[in-house]
C-alpha cells in the first residue's frame, strides 16, 4: 500500500502553534537558520500527526504527538541566539529545551494532560541523543521512537527539497574503517569531534538504522530519499557501497 505522503504540512493556526509562535517570535526570524528551525518544527509536528494516525493513536495522544513534534526543537533558538550555533556540545538542545517547557510552564498552553507532560519532558530530551535513555515506560518509549523518526525523516526531507537548498558537502578525506564497521553493523554512526565531511555523508546514510516504525521506512523508499541524496554526490564511487547496502536494508525490514 503506497505510505502517507508528508512532504507538505498543512494547518489551521490554533492555540498550540500560537504558543509555540509566541515563543519563537522573540528571535530573529529573519535569519534563515532560525527560519529553518521554525518551519522544521512544524513539518516535524505534521510527521508526528501521520504517525500518530497510522499507529492508530486515541484523538488525546494524536494531540500529544502534536505537541512533542512542534516543541522538539525549541531549545534550538535560545542556542543559535547564543552561540550563532547549532552545535550541541556549546549547548545540548534537547535537554535545553526540555528544561525551558518545564520551567516557563509552556505546556500549561497546550492541550494535553498534566499527566504527560512528564512524556513531553523526557521524548524531547531524548530526541537528538545517539541513543534512547534506559528505563522508559513503554508508553514513553513510544513517543520518544516517533520523534526520532518524524526528526529524520524531515531531515531526509530538506536534504532533498530544492527550496530549502540544503547542502551536502564533500571533500577527499577518507571514510575510516571504525566509521565503516558501525555502519555495515548495522548501527547508527556517532558523530565525534574526528568525524570528517565525507563521514557525514555515511551519518545520514545510517539514519535508516534508528528509524523505528514501517511507515517510516516505506515513506523514504517511496520517495527514494536516499537515491535522490546519493545522485546529488559527486564522487558516487566512493559511497556505492553505502547505498546500496542501505536499499538492501530497507528491502529486507520491509519484507
Not at 497510522?54 to 502534536?66: F, R, T, V, W
Not at 529524520?152 to 532533498?160: E, F, G, P, R, S
Not at 523505528?212 to 546519493?230: G, M, P, T
Amino acid at each position: 500500500m503506497r505510505p502517507f505522503i508528508i512532504d507538505f504540512f498543512f494547518f489551521r493556526k490554533g492555540e498550540i502553534m500560537n504558543a509555540f509562535d509566541e515563543y519563537t517570535n522573540k528571535f530573529d526570524m529573519n535569519d534563515n537558520k532560525l527560519s529553518y528551525k521554525y518551519y522544521h518544527s512544524y513539518r516535524v509536528m505534521n510527521n508526528m500527526i501521520v504517525l500518530a494516525k497510522n499507529l492508530n493513536l486515541s484523538y488525546c495522544d494524536i494531540k500529544l504527538a502534536k505537541c512533542i513534534g512542534l516543541l522538539h526543537d525549541i531549545g534550538r533558538f535560545e542556542q543559535y541566539k547564543r552561540y550563532h550555533s547549532f552545535n550541541d556540545k556549546l549547548l545540548d538542545h534537547g535537554d535545553y529545551g526540555s528544561k525551558i517547557i518545564k520551567e516557563k510552564n509552556i505546556l500549561t498552553k497546550f492541550d494535553i494532560k498534566e499527566k504527560d507532560y512528564e512524556i513531553v519532558y523526557k521524548t524531547i530530551r531524548n530526541h537528538n541523543k545517539y541513543e534512547i535513555e534506559p528505563n522508559l515506560t513503554k508508553r514513553e518509549l513510544l513517543f520518544a521512537k516517533m520523534i526520532r523518526d518524524a526528526d529524520k525523516i524531515d531531515i531526509l526531507y530538506a536534504l532533498n527539497n530544492s527550496e530549502i537548498k540544503s547542502i551536502i558537502y564533500e571533500d577527499d578525506s577518507d571514510i575510516r574503517d571504525e566509521i565503516k564497521q558501525q555502519f555495515f553493523n548495522h548501527t547508527l554512526v556517532k558523530r565525534d569531534n574526528k568525524i570528517t565531511t565525507n563521514e557525514n555523508i555515511v551519518v545520514i546514510f545510517s539514519f535508516v538504522y534508528d528509524l523505528n516504525f514501517n511507515l517510516s521506512l516505506d515513506l523514504i523508499k517511496y520517495k527514494q530519499y536516499y537515491e535522490k541524496i546519493y545522485e546529488r554526490l559527486i564522487d558516487k564511487d566512493k559511497f556505492k557501497i553505502y547505498i546500496d547496502y542501505v536499499k538492501q536494508y530497507i528491502d529486507e525490514r520491509i519484507d
